[in-house]
Every structure is written in structure tokens, then in C-alpha cells.
């Protein structure tokens, strides 16, 4: 999938085209939810991924988001963001609207975690209802490669409670 955006932007679900150095720029120097994270783990989040979409410009990566799902029945949207200087004039819509109603995971129940852009997702049907069940989480813990456990607890204390 390639999809032309008004201002010479791309967006494109190639995995193969994803700049990893400017993703694990970003979510390591600048995501409230990422801080620190290694390289490595970016990549293999990135490879282990069941479908990404970068936005690009002249071959540029200005943004990214991507969805681990089993395909069927859900899917989790990660790792979603637009460089600064190239927000607030309607990509990031574009790019969650590509992720999740673009590709093959449009029917299935889509989940998130987000501090401050419930307005974006609710344009795309998120809603921050209370859930039917409560949501339970574990920590991420140290892989057997000794990748860090990561900075993920901090979403967590970031989050509204509700
Ligand atoms: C969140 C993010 C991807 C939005 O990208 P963007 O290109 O600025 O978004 P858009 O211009 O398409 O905005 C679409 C709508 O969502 C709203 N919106 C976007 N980001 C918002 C935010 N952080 N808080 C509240 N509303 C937000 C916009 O106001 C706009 O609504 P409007 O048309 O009614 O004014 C971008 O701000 C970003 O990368 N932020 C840092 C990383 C981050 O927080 N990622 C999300 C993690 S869940």
C-alpha cells in the first residue's frame, strides 16, 4: 500500500522502508512512553510487527505507527507518532486512519494506550469508555538477549487514572 497526502507526504506500510534510525530516534529521545529504549528492541518491535505505516517525505521517515494483532479478533496500536515540525495539519489522523481502517485489521477490536490524543482516536471510533472488564498489565521484563526491561512503567504513572 502507497498513499499520497496533500504536501508531497507518503504513506506506505513496507516494513523494508522504515528509516530504524529515526524511529528509535524518536521513541528513545522524545516518547513519553519509550525513553531510552535500545535500538534493538526498536527493530525487532519493528520486524515483529503485524503491519507498520510510515509517513514519509522525499524518502524522509516524518512519522510511524504500527499494530500487533492475531489478525482475527484484536489488535494493539503502538508506537504512534509525527515529528514535531509536521503536526497539526491532519497527518496523524491520516496515519492511524491508514493503520487501522486501510489494511486487513479494519474489523477487528482495537486497543491503545494514549496520555493526551484521545481527540485523534475518537475521530476513528476509539472511545475511552470504561471497559467492560478491567484491564490487567505486566511490566515488560528483561528478554533472555538482556535487553532491558525499558522505560514502559512510566506510561503507566502517566496515564489519567480513571
Ligand atoms: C499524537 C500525534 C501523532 C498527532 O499528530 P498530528 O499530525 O499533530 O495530528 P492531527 O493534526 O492529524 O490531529 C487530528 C486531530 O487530533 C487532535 N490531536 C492531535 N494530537 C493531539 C493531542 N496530543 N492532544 C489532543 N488532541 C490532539 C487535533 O487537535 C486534531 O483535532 P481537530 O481537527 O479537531 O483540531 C502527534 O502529536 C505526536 O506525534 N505526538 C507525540 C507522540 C504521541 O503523543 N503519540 C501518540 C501516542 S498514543
Known amino acids: 500500500m502507497r498513499r499520497e497526502l496533500d504536501g508531497g507526504f507518503t504513506l506506505d506500510d513496507d516494513p523494508r522502508r522504515v528509516d530504524v534510525d529515526a524511529v528509535h530516534a524518536f521513541i528513545s529521545q522524545e516518547s513519553y512512553w519509550g525513553a531510552g529504549r535500545p535500538r534493538e528492541?526498536?527493530?525487532?518491535?519493528i520486524r515483529g510487527s503485524t503491519r507498520v505505516v510510515g509517513l514519509y517525505r522525499d524518502d524522509e521517515q516524518m512519522g510511524f505507527a504500527r499494530a500487533v494483532s492475531d489478525g482475527a479478533t484484536v489488535a494493539y496500536l503502538a508506537d504512534v507518532y509525527v515529528l514535531g515540525p509536521f503536526r497539526g495539519r491532519g497527518l496523524g489522523l491520516e496515519l492511524v486512519r491508514e493503520i487501522v481502517d486501510?489494511?486487513?485489521?479494519?474489523?477487528?477490536?482495537?486497543?491503545?494506550?494514549?496520555a493526551d490524543a484521545q481527540v485523534l482516536y475518537s475521530k476513528l471510533g476509539f472511545t475511552d469508555a470504561p471497559p467492560v472488564h478491567p484491564t490487567m498489565e505486566r511490566a515488560r521484563r528483561s528478554s533472555p538477549r538482556g535487553e532491558s526491561g525499558g522505560a514502559e512503567p512510566r506510561l503507566r504513572s502517566s496515564l489519567p487514572r480513571p
Open 41 to 45: 528492541l526498536v527493530e525487532s518491535a
Open 102 to 114: 486501510g489494511g486487513p485489521l479494519a474489523h477487528v477490536w482495537w486497543l491503545l494506550h494514549t
